[in-house]
């Protein structure tokens, strides 16, 4: 169990967090719950895999909470995909079986590239603006 302490310095830090980079946070954490859960139902631990399973769906609910449909039409398509791995992680729990884990990584990973690569244009794009802005306001200044 964490400390009070410890709780405090996560709750900070997602607080400051961007959007954009709490959604790579979220995916990268959601990866490595699947993939510790695979080890753990390989290996027998029952208990540990059931733990990451059940916050591998607990990440993919919020994503899929995070989702906004109307304002993007190919979030339907994603919603469709965080359905499914939902369905994938409650197989795998109530199975026993690590293969549906397996589909889970090979569905996650890509999305998991795309959104890394997305949040890297745009940070480069508006890194590039506010350079042209201090460049146009020191012209300006001049």
Same mark, same amino acid.
Do not use: F
């Given at each position: 169990?964490?400390?009070?302490? @410890?709780?405090? /310095?996560?709750?900070?830090?997602?607080?400051?967090?961007?959007?954009?980079?709490?959604?790579?946070?979220? /995916?990268?954490?959601?990866?490595?719950?699947?993939?510790? #859960?695979?080890?753990? =139902?390989?290996?027998?631990?029952?208990?540990?895999?059931?733990?990451? =399973?059940?916050?591998?769906?607990?990440?993919?609910?919020?994503?899929? =909470? @995070?989702?906004?449909?109307?304002?993007?039409?190919?979030?339907?398509?994603?919603?469709?995909?965080?359905?499914?791995?939902? #369905?994938?992680?409650?197989?795998?729990?109530?199975?026993?079986? #690590?293969?549906?884990?397996?589909?889970?990584?090979?569905?996650?990973?890509?999305?998991?590239?795309?959104?890394?690569? @997305?949040?890297?244009?745009?940070?480069?794009?508006?890194?590039?603006?506010?350079?042209?802005?201090?460049?146009? #306001?020191?012209?300006? @200044?001049?």
């Amino acid at each position: 169990m964490k400390s009070k302490l @410890a709780q405090r /310095y996560v709750d900070d830090g997602m607080a400051v967090t961007s959007k954009p980079q709490l959604l790579l946070s979220l /995916y990268e954490r959601l990866l490595a719950d699947v993939g510790r #859960a695979i080890e753990a =139902l390989e290996s027998g631990e029952i208990e540990t895999s059931h733990d990451n =399973l059940v916050h591998a769906q607990d990440i993919v609910h919020e994503l899929n =909470l @995070a989702l906004d449909t109307d304002s993007w039409d190919t979030g339907r398509d994603l919603r469709a995909i965080y359905d499914h791995v939902t #369905a994938l992680l409650v197989e795998a729990n109530t199975t026993k079986r #690590a293969e549906p884990v397996r589909v889970c990584v090979s569905l996650l990973e890509p999305l998991h590239d795309a959104w890394r690569q @997305a949040v890297a244009i745009t940070q480069s794009e508006r890194a590039g603006a506010v350079s042209s802005g201090s460049d146009v #306001a020191v012209e300006a @200044a001049g």
